[in-house]
Structures are given as C-alpha cells and as structure tokens.
C-alpha cells in the first residue's frame, strides 16, 4: 500500500507540474504508472492534471479491469496498446502540449520521422517519431495504429492530437515528452532558417554510445 501511495502522490506532483508549465491546459492529457503487482494507476476523466487528487486517480488490475477509483480517462485505450507492446514501459503520458500538436498538423512533415535531429538530447529521449493518422477521438482504430508502431517507438505523435510517450518509469516519460515538446518548439522557430540537424553519422554515434535502439 506505501508503494501504491507513493505512485499516486508521483502522478499528482508530475501532473501539477505539466500544468504549471502549459504543457497541458484545462482537462487535457493523461498520465498512467505501472503498479508493484501489474495493474496500473491512471488519471481519471475531465480532470485537470493541475489539481488531481491522489485519492481519486483511476486503478486498474494486471487485467486492465477498472477496480477503483474515479472513471478512467476516455483515453485509456492509448495507454494500454502502449503497455501490450512494451514489457519495459512503466509509465506513459499523453499530452496535448501546443508545440507538438502544431507540428503534428503540419502537412509536410515524414510521417515516418516527424522532427530531424536538431540535438543530442533529443535522440537520446525520443529518437525516431513517427506520425499516427488522424483518427477520432475514441475511435478503437487509433488503439490499433498506436499499437503497430509501439513495439518499435516508445513516443509518437498523433496527428491534429499530440504526442504519447512511453518510459521505464514516470520520470523518464516526463523527460522525454517535455524533450519532445521542447524540440517541436526549437522546429517551428527554426522554419524560415537554415538548419544545421545532426548528421547520420552522429546519429549513429549516439546510438552507439548510449545503446538506443
């Protein structure tokens, strides 16, 4: 029950923090965490990650059954075709960060690898992006577009949408989103500039380094 706490007191201060920042505004974006015995803990529907209550946060089994809590976002099917294609993820957060988003409706961005490597500390966070299609919200076509691409791509971005990011833990899928976020911001600036991104080469040497995949 301490480890359960602890998790539920995490979301809220990531949450509050993603907030304050105007990384997420009024009730949007998600956060969910893997708990000690396989279920997972997950930010209830219509909340503002600004003022959630640790109480109240959504629980679910090692079935994905809802046992507790308030009602579950209405995007939780996101999170869990994450969680059935990555055994390492123990966090994922879904955001709905303005950067990110704007990028994501762009018409001319690869779909396969939608932001270039402007730095280092974004390939080591996220690394390839791929862009999901447009679907609606709650369409069950979405969970299995997310689900295809998620043994190979622990962020995305979902287009007119915004990003999904899993991690190992909650601090790392933090980190990554907000890298992503960053560097969406870093792209839009840099439209009408000549750019100098990372070459493939270098690339390659951080993967190396690092062991990304």
């Known amino acids: 029950m301490h480890d359960l706490n602890r998790l ?3 979301v809220c201060r990531v949450g509050q923090s993603l907030f304050q920042r105007g990384l997420t505004s009024g009730s949007t974006g ?6 000690a015995d396989g279920g997972w803990l997950m930010t209830p529907t219509n909340a503002s990650l600004g003022n959630l ?12 059954r809802f046992i507790d809590g308030d009602a579950p976002t209405k995007e939780a099917f996101l999170h869990f075709s994450m969680y ?7 966090a994922v957060v879904h955001l709905h960060s303005t950067h990110s988003t704007a990028v994501s409706i762009m018409a001319d961005v690869d779909p396969e690898d939608v932001l270039p490597a402007l730095t280092a500390y974004y390939v080591m966070r996220v690394g390839r992006l791929p862009l999901v299609p447009y679907y609606a ?9 997310v689900r295809s691409l998620a043994s190979r791509h622990h962020a995305m971005l979902l287009a007119n949408h915004g990003p999904v990011v899993a991690g190992t833990s909650l601090a790392n899928a933090q980190y990554a989103t907000e890298e992503l976020e960053e560097t ?14 990372l070459t493939p080469e270098q690339v390659a ?8 995949p």
């Open 84 to 90: 059935g294609e990555r055994a390492d993820a123990g």
């Open 184 to 197: 969406a911001k870093l792209f839009l600036m840099l439209q009408n500039h000549a750019k100098r991104i």
């Open 205 to 212: 040497d951080l993967r190396r380094r690092f062991a990304l």
């Open 30 to 35: 998600n956060i969910s965490v893997r708990t």
């Open 8 to 10: 539920r007191d995490e």
């Open 137 to 145: 919200p709650g369409d069950q076509a979405l969970a299995e577009a």
């Open 53 to 64: 209550d640790p109480s109240r946060l959504s629980l679910f089994d090692a079935e994905g």
